[in-house]
């Protein structure tokens, strides 16, 4: 089984992005449920932006401006889930961060303007315009997509599982390791480690359904 490697805001911490963010949004509804947001998505909206071919910089700028327009959306309106998944709908916030941000380059007068959802000049933006850097979004947020739900899902496995049998499911299944090598390592036997793959690998496929489920009925509570 394999799983991404971790993304983090080089030189930057994502818990001071997240605290920023945060303050901003401290009168936009239930701050457990904006932090939530954040933790689970963030990787996923930045590692997109990289991959459309952004700077570390624009990427983190198009973090905080796609959660600030989900919470604009659902503090009004929400989403409308007979039109799209919540997945889709994040992916279509995203892709137009990502779009504003190839424009500013080009365009000077739009590099100190704010992103607006509500601008008529930018609506049906996607469907006028190119994908930035040849990329297909939607091939790339699918990756993405899964591969954050099984980042979010073993953050919240190590909480779970005991640190001896998340270690040994770590070296065993997400990296890899032959079997005489994690044994010596850990000083465990095999049946050790066949027993912390099964109950570990139980406990992500667990969550990673949570995690699928709640996406699928995401809802913010609003103010």
Known sequence: MNTSASVPFPGD???????????????????????????????????????????DGEARDVVQETVLAVAKQM????????RSSFKHWLCLITRRRIIDHFRRRTDPALRHRPANDDDPSRTDTLARQPDPASLEPDAVWEEEWQKNLVDAALERVKLLATPKQFQIFDLSVLRQLP???????????????????HRVGSLLKQEVKKLEARADHFAVPKS
């Open 13 to 55: 911490d994502p818990a001071a992005t997240r605290s920023s963010l945060l303050h901003r949004l401290k009168d936009w509804g239930d701050q457990g449920s904006w932090q939530d947001f954040f933790d689970t998505y963030w990787k996923l909206i930045y590692s997109v932006a990289i991959k459309a071919g952004l700077s």
């Open 75 to 82: 503090r009004t309106d929400g989403y409308d889930q007979t």
């Open 179 to 197: 079997m005489a090598e994690v044994t010596g390592l850990l000083k465990v036997n095999a049946a050790q480690v066949y027993l912390a793959r």
